[in-house]
């Protein structure tokens, strides 16, 4: 019975796989693969023709994409091929017999022989190699700048869009070293005039003047060694004078002052940064500024002082681009903030934001940053201040002139680096005192030695060098 069931389930299978196995040997016999692969390949350029003719005579011709090459037969051995778009197709011949004869390999490619000439009228003095790959462009070469790259990538793409490599170097200096001068002036005048009086009973004459100078004050006393009224020490100048009339006692006193100061920061760092980077610099310090958080009160911190942020970029030659962020800043105690109870202070910020194009050497001034602060004022006693002439001894006038002027010179330069022997630290220039020249001869720093590195550093270059 087993075997029964044995020879049943084989016949079922065989029934199945036979059709299939037919089929299989059907398809074998009706497909074969002809002579499908490319016997030969050519190529032609964008908007440009060809004209190639056949060992042997063809009765049909076609093309697997006539959007990229368009073919024509103009006679059984003559081919007419025109190339119309950048990519690869393939061109397939037949005889009579409609057996294959070729399958031929079209290339299309940029026409990089106008390219070349129209790059070399646009750059004539650049080495820029134009090849062919696939069907995009691909530069290459040294190139003086990185303006004439960008100009030859957009000629690039007017023959091949989106299909450009470029493998150009920028040749030359790449380092820029910019030297920067900050110089800020401040001048403030002040000047103040005022005038007191009082009226006493008359103990003893105090008549006479007493005049008061630099930090000595002017004071009434009257007979029993009291002081009825004076000037501070912090005047400058004041007289009084005192008479009498009857019993009582008039004290009058005129106070004058005037002050002037002057304000100078300068400040000429040098920073070196390649072509496209940023570099910052900061001469100065940090306030400590404390911010409210949920976790309690952070710390934070606000630079001041002389900062500059400068970008480059060699653009052609030595023509540079230069993007420039510079500014001068200071505490300024006169204004005062609150946060969480603690006291926190004001900045005086001078700031500047530019982008400009110059030479290696050219220089650039920021001026123009001015700032003129005038104040007066004026205080009497009621009624009393009118009057004519005599009025003046009841007023008080003060005024403040405050000015303020910032100018940056900036001047970049393409330096190279120079070789280490020839560099040196101005702690190379010094000694570390004896014992004996400390404290015999009283000398803070021994004789300077020069040997080797020093030597060479105390007459010649320092840092980099400058074409």
Known sequence: ?????????????FTVMAPMATSAVAQNAVLSVMRGSVSSQIGVSVNRAIII??????????????????????????????????????????????RLIANVDVRVSPDIAEFKDRLREILPNEPIEVRTANDGIVLSGSVSGARKVSRALELAERYAPDRVTNLMMVGGSQQVMLQVRFAEMNRSVAKS???????????????????????????????AGDRIFGSGPDSAGAVGVSFGIGGIAVNVLMEALESKGMVRTLAEPNIVAISGQQASFLAGGEYPIPTPTTDGITIEYKPFGVMLNFRPTVIDGDL??????????????????????????????RRAVTTVELRDGQS??????????????????????????????????EYQRQQTELVIIITPHLVTPTSGDVLALPTDRIRIPTEAELFLNGQTEGPAAFSGISSQASNGSAGYVME
């Open 193 to 223: 005039l005022g005038s007191s009086m009082s009226l006493s009973s008359l103990v003893t004459s105090p008549s006479g003047v007493t005049v008061g100078t630099g930090n000595v004050g002017v004071e009434f006393i009257d007979g």
């Open 53 to 98: 003719e056949s060992d042997r005579p063809f009765a049909e011709l076609s093309v697997a994409n006539p959007a990229i090459a368009n073919v024509r037969a103009l006679s059984d051995r003559t081919i007419y091929v025109l190339g119309v778009t950048p990519g690869a197709t393939t061109m397939t011949m037949f005889d009579q017999d409609g």
């Open 320 to 349: 540079i681009n230069l993007t420039l962020e510079t500014e001068v800043s200071s505490i300024d105690p006169t204004i005062t903030a609150s946060v969480g109870g603690t006291p926190l202070l004001a900045f005086k910020v």
């Open 1 to 13: 019975m087993q075997y029964a069931n044995l020879i049943k389930v084989g016949l079922l299978g």
């Open 364 to 397: 650039f001034a920021i001026a123009g940053l001015l700032q003129d602060d005038f104040t007066d004022a004026s205080g009497q006693v009621p009624w009393l201040g009118d009057v004519p002439i005599l009025g003046a001894l009841f007023r008080s006038a």
